[in-house]
């Protein structure tokens, strides 16, 4: 026992081993005490016979310095829910991060002008890709698509009045709700037509007789009303908002960036439909279909969009160098539709062919059924969805690994999923866990397979309840 203790490494060869070398010394020092404490005593208690060697020493502290540090982390998406609000809704994939890294690690020109030497704009690095990809003639980006329409009215409607369908006073995403948006933005809301019906004689109506100066159409997107309804299309309100002199505004809530069709994925706006459909002014969020930053993008007309650049509000809202260079990578894929499709998880995830995800959720299960002995094992196709307040009606069949633990509980095995050191956010359905494919990324398979063993050797080996 004595030697064991003795041939546990030394505090100084784990410190310097080569795997902390971006760390702070002290960090590794604290943690590596406490794993050598715990070797120490699972040696004094007979519960290990064999000293870990340096690397493995190294390793386990390096496992809880990654594990314990973090309250912000990855977790596996394994729900189908493709923007999934509370998982961080757009997962950003590696090209659009490595570009990041780049230009944030050190300085970079967010706001210097490189040809003069003078101080620069951080909107113009993204602002022409915008319009050439939406084909528009003037952009802004804000921190999120709220504070996109906090802007646009608070510029454009500020003490004035501003016509909206009954049907539009939407809430989303539990803190968004438009009528209140509005008011925030010192504009007055004038709420015309009913739920399910609005005419274009409303908005007429609000122009003539309540001095509307702004004519606002938002997208319901998490809601739909069926039956007897009727809605202003926005090439209909532009045409007629064109003729009395009155901006329109579109809150498209979330745009595709590229037509979706040639990608056997038939639904979704795209920005430039709005935009061609004839809206002076649209925005959307940058994390929902576009699959990017937490941003708000606000396109169209450029004299609008001007002075919305001048007002005060926005140097509150303005995104950081992070989100502008995420943002401006993804543009630049967005440049390639072909690339874009494959390249930006969202999109690849969305336009994934059900053939595959089948394919996928076999060789999974397959897997499954070898390394796991107390679980039932099946491929299944369930519903996954698109998430994020974004086409609610489009059904999205996938696929998914169907396991019904034996010797646990489904509750049980779930909680262990989801406790685990890469925590595994799965859906319980008919008592059986469902790993989605779909929203799996490359890898995930190898650390859901290790969970599901380790969880079920624990079961066997009475550490987890059965509840
Ligand atoms: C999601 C959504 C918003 C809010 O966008 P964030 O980027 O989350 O701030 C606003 N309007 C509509 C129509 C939306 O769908």
Same mark, same amino acid.
């Given at each position: 026992m004595n030697d064991l203790l003795s041939s546990l490494p030394n505090m100084n060869s784990l410190t310097e081993h080569p795997i902390f070398v971006n760390m702070g010394n002290e960090r590794v020092k604290s943690v590596a005490r406490a794993i050598l404490d715990d070797l120490r005593h699972q040696i004094l208690s007979?519960?290990?016979s064999n000293a870990p060697s340096l690397d493995e020493c190294a390793g386990l502290i390096f496992e809880r310095l990654s594990t314990e540090s973090s309250n912000l982390r990855r977790v596996i998406n394994a729900t189908g829910v493709v923007l999934h609000t509370n998982l961080g809704r757009a997962p950003l994939g590696k090209e659009m991060l490595a570009e990041a890294l780049i230009a944030c690690e050190g300085y970079n020109n967010l706001e210097y002008d490189l040809k003069t030497g003078k101080r620069g704009s951080r909107y113009t690095h993204v602002e022409n890709l915008i319009c050439e990809i939406i084909e528009t003639e003037a952009a802004l980006v804000v921190n999120n698509n709220a504070a996109a329409? $906090?802007?646009i009215l608070a510029t454009l409607a500020a003490g004035k009045n501003v016509a909206i369908s009954r049907g539009e006073? $939407?809430?989303?995403?539990?803190?968004?709700? $438009?009528?209140?948006?509005?008011?925030?933005?010192g504009a007055e809301l004038i709420e015309i037509g009913s739920t399910n019906k609005t005419k274009l004689s409303d908005y007429a109506d609000a122009v003539e007789h309540k001095n509307a100066e702004l004519l606002l159409k938002v997208h319901t997107s998490n809601y739909e009303i069926v039956g007897f309804t009727q809605s202003v299309s926005i090439s209909e309100l532009s045409e007629y908002g064109a003729s009395v002199g009155r901006p329109v505004v579109y809150d498209a809530g979330s745009s595709f960036l590229i037509d979706t069709q040639p990608?056997?994925?038939?639904?979704?706006e795209t920005a430039m439909s709005g935009l061609k459909a004839g809206a002076d002014i649209i925005c959307f969020s940058g994390d929902k279909l576009m699959g990017c930053a937490q941003a708000g993008i606000i396109a169209g007309r450029s004299d609008l969009i001007s002075a919305m650049k001048k007002h005060p509000l926005t140097r509150a809202l303005r995104p950081d160098k992070l989100t502008l260079s995420v943002l401006e990578s993804a543009l630049r894929q967005y440049r390639y539709p072909d690339e874009a499709a494959t390249r930006i998880p969202v999109l690849a995830m969305l336009f994934s062919k059900s053939d595959n995800l089948k394919l996928r959720a076999e060789s999974f299960t397959t897997r499954l059924k070898a390394s796991l002995t107390n679980c039932r094992v099946d491929a299944v196709e369930v519903m996954d969805e698109t998430g994020g307040g974004s086409l609610p009606n489009v059904p999205l069949p996938g696929w998914a690994v169907s396991i019904k633990p034996s010797t646990l509980s489904v509750n049980a095995l779930e909680q262990g999923l989801r406790a685990y050191k890469t925590p595994i956010i799965i859906r319980i359905q008919?008592?059986?866990?469902?790993?989605? $494919?779909?929203t799996l990324l490359p890898g995930d398979e190898d650390v859901i397979s290790e969970a599901l063993i380790e969880l079920e050797g624990k079961a066997d080996g009475g550490d987890i309840s059965h509840d």
């Open positions: 007979g519960a290990i329409m $906090v802007l006073l $939407v809430e989303i995403g539990g803190s968004f709700r $438009v009528p209140e948006i509005i008011m925030q933005s990608y056997g994925f038939d639904a979704g008919d008592e059986a866990i469902l790993v989605s $494919v779909r």
